[in-house]
């Protein structure tokens, strides 16, 4: 936890890049915004933000890990939208003995955006203010406003495809083989630990687990075979702390990727 706030006042303190003008794209020094244009089906309209990252530098998912915050969005300003849902993509864990692991993206990501329109028939205008953190030997805080216009049809189908293919790397709900089939917390050694029964689960599966505030959960280390887990908690002293508490599991496997809400008993 410690580690995380440490990495956060870095981030809050460094100079913030800032885009001065809306349009489509941003363009800052180590990486670049552009919204895309995903189609329209009905009532909803499909976007992409994306962010194309220099070599080195990674920005973060919306559960950072020990280390950097999650991007931000904002869509005050869009008109004739009704909602916006984000989808995050699976991201990567990244390993740092200074900074412990922070989850995020490298090279590019591009986060599909569920437009819910107002008038299906109208065209529309997407307003987003996005920050992030981007990080490599130092972190930047990076804000920029996109604004593009959604017409009723005619989206290119180069970015159509594009945002596809980002779609499916959104990962599924857990409803298949691949997924969680008991949880617990307990302690181990005098401190609260989660462990978890995964059925489906291979050689190099990661684990990620979002929880209550304060709560923050390690990297999962297999234990007694059968597919059972056991995940470092901390940020709260007693396991009765988590008792009956909702979380967010998502399941990382070679070409596959599941989430899935896992109450605790």
Known sequence: MMKRITHIVMLLIALTAVAAAEGPE???EHSRLRLFDGGRAGATHTTGLGIQMAQGWKTYWRMPGDAGIPPGFDFSGSENVASVRILYPRPTRYSSPETG???GYSGQVIFPLQVRLKDPAAAAVLRVKITYGLCRDVCIPVEATLRRTLPPAGADPREVALVKAWLKQVPA???G?????AAEVM???GKPVLKLVVHGAEEGVDILVEG???AMFGKPKA??????YVLPVSGIDEPQA?????LTVTILARGRAVEQKVTLP
């Open 177 to 181: 083989a691949l997924k969680v089939a």
């Open 26 to 28: 941003a363009t800052f």
């Open 223 to 228: 234990v007694g075979g059968a597919g059972a």
């Open 242 to 246: 988590l008792k009956g508490r909702a």
């Open 101 to 103: 692991d922070s989850i």
């Open 187 to 189: 302690e181990q050694d």
């Open 212 to 214: 209550p505030p304060l």
């Open 173 to 175: 709900p857990a409803t």
